[in-house]
């Protein structure tokens, strides 16, 4: 049975064994996408230096750019102070991190205050999601 590294202790999990992963490109600050990470896929991640998250609707390991061959290089991983979030500096290969085939999928913007504020679109697709994913 393999032990688990120290540094792996600092982490606070969920019940369900996760904790929100956010990906940041390394060089703008830009925030890339956001998901989860199980130890194993932080162990995975570090052991390797691309990232790899927890899906949650697959119920399995995903390895970012699997199928859309824009995976993300770590640079560098930094943990909050209450250690339950996980914050991953990152290279985006492709400069597409969103399956909507934008850079982020932060993309939508709300504009105006009250009842009248509405979503508005702010990034453009760089790719359309049907070439990405065959």
């Known amino acids: 049975m393999m032990t688990a590294p120290l540094w792996l202790d600092a982490i606070t999990f969920d019940e ?16 890339l996408m956001v998901a989860w990470m199980n130890a194993e896929a932080l162990r995975e991640t570090v052991a390797t230096g691309r990232a790899v998250y927890w899906s949650r609707s697959r119920r399995r390991l995903w390895r970012k750019g699997e199928e859309s061959g824009h ?20 290279r985006q290969e492709g400069g597409i991190a969103c399956h909507t085939g934008r850079q982020s999928c932060f993309f939508r913007r709300l504009d105006g205050i009250g009842d009248t504020a509405s979503w508005a679109v702010t990034d453009p697709v760089l790719k359309d999601p049907e070439q990405i994913y065959k």
């Open 71 to 90: 995976v993300q290089i770590v640079h560098e991983i930094r943990l909050d102070c209450d250690g339950d979030v996980i914050l991953l500096k990152v």
């Open 16 to 31: 369900n064994g996760l904790a929100p992963a956010i990906a940041q490109d390394e060089q703008t600050g830009a925030i």
